[in-house]
Nanobody, 124 residues
Framework: QVQLVESGGGSVQAGGSLRLSCAASGITYSRYCMGWFRQAPGNEREGVAAIFSRTGSSYYAGSVRGRFTISQDKANNTLYLQMNTLKPEDTATYFC?????????????????WGQGTQVTVSS
């Protein structure tokens, strides 16, 4: 059974940085993509970034491209999201998730395994 545990959230001022981590266990898929998603109160969950585990190819939502970087430490089964130049509109609960198979991107539907989320608050 896949387990995903996010950490690293917190409160920062606009322009600041945070690094989120997602500790993964139980992934036995031969091909899979790991992604970061976020959901602000009253909003739908949206994709932020994704990385294909086998190749390291990464994908970003336009709103975060150039500010956020997704990476993986395969030896330690950990996914990261480095967030720089944070804006108040980045405030949300951030989730990591896993999609089995060849798809990799920021669409929600392929992702079936989800963590519980970590809160990020950016003040102006």
């Amino acid at each position: 059974q896949v387990q995903l545990v996010e950490s690293g959230g917190g409160s920062v001022q606009a322009g600041g940085s945070l690094r989120l981590s997602c500790a993964a266990s139980g992934i036995t898929y031969s091909r899979y993509c790991m992604g970061w998603f976020r959901q602000a109160p009253g909003n739908e969950r949206e994709g932020v970034a994704a990385i294909f585990s086998r190749t390291g190819s990464s994908y970003y939502a336009g709103s975060v491209r150039g500010r956020f970087t997704i990476s993986q430490d395969k030896a330690n089964n950990t996914l990261y999201l480095q967030m720089n130049t944070l804006k108040p509109e980045d405030t949300a609960t951030y989730f990591c998730a896993v999609a089995e198979g060849g798809y990799c991107g920021t669409a929600l539907q392929p992702y079936k395994d989800w963590g519980q989320g970590t809160q990020v608050t950016v003040s102006s």
